[in-house]
């Protein structure tokens, strides 16, 4: 059942069971006041006659218009009365009574030889109750000379009442169906949002990251749902680009060393030729095998990075032994090309570390360092510290990076153009894992470069606490 | 038929320009893009091959720009994206046809044939001028049902005065469209070259083809 029906019915029979109530509640108490007061009046009238009656004495009462003369009083009441004997037989009734034979009752007369009044309710076919109050007028209070009945119909009470009933029968029904329209309209409005936020839902799980839900929103409930839900997609369409574009580029690293052994090798293969051409191939091939097998380690490792399965062990670690490590496997690296690997100031620094990892990282920035300087250049590596950091700089004098890419060059598969110029080996990982690296260790890692003027690496890490 | 590949990956750029030269184009190899649209400005080429990822200028760019230059030169764009909206927006941009890498050398050269094939009327891709033959897709050529066995270079040559019969060609056009920029156009390899070609196919009969047009160059055509 749709939560709008849902919440309108639940609006509906609530209100109903009130309404219900109320009315029961209303009528019965409106029902039993005006009873009370008919009572009230006719004990009033009662007493007012037996007072006046009482006063005089016993007189021989000969009939009404008699009474009536000697008792004005009597003639003002709205009500009509009978005087009865002690037997219980009529001795006067007033005129309003006189198309029915109302007698005295049974326990009346009993009620009234005891002195005391008696309320009672009497019916007859086809007309309103009657309700009837006898009272007794004694002499000195203990001999009974007569017993005046004093009555009036309920028919105005009954009319009354049964106008109220219909009232409540009609209006209950009415004022329900009117909520329930009214109910069912505010449902829709409080969840119209709700709508649009499924249909929106629907487009973007058909593959649109791009939807959001548009909609001017009240900070209220709703609003902070569709601020959420916009928020949450806009993640999500953030991590699905960051997928794609790694895919994209990964896909691209991967087919052009692909392209090129498919190609020299179908094209060496179209016809004879000499052996060294074959050779060539071969030897051409190997380096692509050897460079994909490259993007595809660092690719692994990344992705491992990315899903926390990478494992760091921290322990002390001596970042001056670290350094000066590197810089002899360096100077071989820099041999080849004729550059110069030099240390500059090296103090001694401890870190809390993973030293492998550690030792990737610098290694990979020394090798950027040699790889990017032009022949005869130098590559100097500094390793200071500064209030509770250790920093390490490596410093070349080689192609240098725009400051436009100087942001980049740390985002996966990105290779500036002079780099891709000057080297066709680089895989374009290698600054982003060790950008991880120095993150995992709390550190960081920032270039200050010129273009054409050289580059200069540092990474901060903290130094470990030392030992009290 | 002289072709630019602009492609900056130099071993890919490498083997696709030498299995053109193997086929008998003239090919000029560029790794950069901006240089690459200078070389498509400067000399009419019969085809250009770009990769869509180039430092400097991309390929698209290079594409936009030159079909902007009103430049009709059939274009077949390298691409290492699979996704069909580069495809698409290369097709769309003026591209002629494309490839995705990694791709078959010989898929390579049987587009590179269809998109030269376009100015050709004939759908077989048969060349006729009178009684001399020449099939595109076979590279073979014959003179009244006589096989004509030729070099690389006279096939290249023979191609290009057969796709612009009783038209004047001079030696700047020749060498433009036969030979790639390293050519010298001072020496006399051309006036070398059509020699050879009428020796194999104009002697001995009674009906030349090859015509020279003094103080222009050549013609070929059947009256």
């Not at chain 1, 609006?11 to 219900?20: H, R």
């Not at chain 1, 896909?251 to 060393?257: A, F, G, K, N, Q």
């Amino acid at each position: 059942m749709p939560l709008r029906v849902r919440l309108t019915l639940w609006y509906g029979s609530a209100l109903a069971t009130v309404l219900i109530t109320f009315s029961v509640v209303l009528y019965v108490i409106t029902a039993r006041n005006l009873r009370d007061d008919v009572d009230e009046s006719l004990k009033e009238t009662a007493a007012t006659a037996v007072r006046s009656l009482e006063e005089r004495g016993f007189l021989p009462l000969l009939d009404e218009e008699d009474l009536l003369s000697q008792f004005p009083e009597l003639a003002r009441i709205d009500k009509f009365f009978q005087i009865f004997s002690p037997s219980g037989t009529i001795t006067i009734r007033s005129p309003n009574i006189k198309r029915y034979e109302v007698p005295l009752s049974q326990k009346a007369l009993e009620t009234a030889f005891l002195g005391q009044s008696l309320l009672e309710t009497t019916k007859y076919p086809n007309e309103p109750q009657l309700r009837l109050i006898s009272a007794p007028i004694t002499y000195r209070g203990n001999f009974l000379y007569y017993i005046v009945q004093v009555g009036t119909s309920m028919e105005s009470i009954e009319d009354t009442l049964r106008h109220f009933f219909i009232l409540l029968t009609v209006a209950v029904p009415i004022a329900l169906a009117v909520s329930l329209a009214a109910g069912w309209f505010l449902a829709g409005r409080a969840l119209r949002p709700v709508d649009a936020i499924t249909l929106a839902a629907q487009r973007i799980a058909g593959g649109d990251l791009s939807q959001r839900l548009a909609m001017q929103t009240a900070p209220d409930e709703i609003g902070r749902l569709v601020e959420t839900f916009n928020n949450m997609i806009g993640r999500l369409e953030a991590s699905f680009r960051q997928i794609r574009q790694f895919t994209s580029d990964a896909s691209h690293e991967l087919r052009t060393p692909l392209t090129v052994m498919k190609g020299e090798t179908e094209l060496v293969l179209r016809r004879a030729r000499p052996l060294e051409d074959y050779h060539t191939v071969l030897e051409s091939n190997l380096e692509e095998i050897d460079r994909m097998a490259r993007i595809v380690d660092e690719l692994l490792f990344l992705s491992r990075a990315d899903m926390g399965a990478v494992k760091i062990e921290l322990l002390p670690v001596s970042l001056e032994e670290l350094v000066e490590d590197i810089h002899r496997q360096a100077t071989v690296l820099g041999q080849d090309r004729t550059i110069e690997v030099v240390l500059g100031t090296i103090v001694p620094a401890r870190v809390q570390g993973d030293e492998l990892r550690l030792r990737e990282l610098l290694l990979n920035l020394v090798e950027n360092a040699v790889k990017y300087s032009n022949p005869k250049g130098k590559v100097t590596i500094n390793l200071i510290t500064e209030g509770q950091q250790a920093i390490i700089s490596v410093t070349d004098q080689g192609i240098g990076i725009a400051p436009d890419n100087q942001h980049k060059i740390f985002n996966r598969f990105f290779r500036t153009v002079e780099a891709r110029t000057h080297t066709k080996k680089g895989t374009g990982l290698g600054l982003a894992i060790c950008s991880w690296i120095a993150e995992t260790h709390k550190g960081c890692i920032s270039v200050q470069s010129e273009l054409g003027q050289g580059s200069t690496f540092t990474v901060t890490l903290p130094l470990a606490p030392r030992p009290a | 038929m002289r072709v630019l590949v602009i492609e900056d990956e130099t071993k890919v750029g490498c083997f696709i320009k030498r299995a053109l030269e193997e086929e008998s184009y003239a090919v000029d190899l560029c790794e950069d893009g901006a240089k690459g649209f200078e070389m498509a400005l400067a000399t009419n080429y019969d085809l250009l091959v770009v990769d869509l990822m180039l430092p400097s200028m991309s390929g698209m760019d290079i594409l936009r720009a030159v079909r902007r230059e009103r430049i009709q030169t059939p274009v077949l764009i390298l691409t290492a994206q699979s996704q069909i909206d580069q495809r698409v927006k290369g097709l769309d941009a003026g591209a002629d046809d494309y490839l995705t890498k990694p791709f078959a050398i010989d898929e390579l050269l049987a587009r590179v044939r269809a998109l030269l094939r376009r100015g050709v009327t004939e759908s077989l891709g048969i060349l006729q001028v009178d009684d001399l033959v020449l099939n595109l897709a076979t590279r073979e050529v014959t003179r009244s049902g006589q096989r004509i066995d030729l070099t690389l270079k006279e096939y290249a040559l023979l191609e290009y005065l057969m796709r612009h019969t009783r038209r004047v060609l001079t030696r700047p056009m020749i060498s433009e469209h036969v030979w790639n920029q390293d050519f010298d156009t001072f020496t006399n390899v051309i006036d070398v070259y059509v020699n050879y070609l009428r020796n194999k196919i104009d002697r001995g009969r009674t009906k030349k083809l090859i015509h020279t047009i003094r103080g222009s160059g050549y013609m070929l055509k059947a009256d």
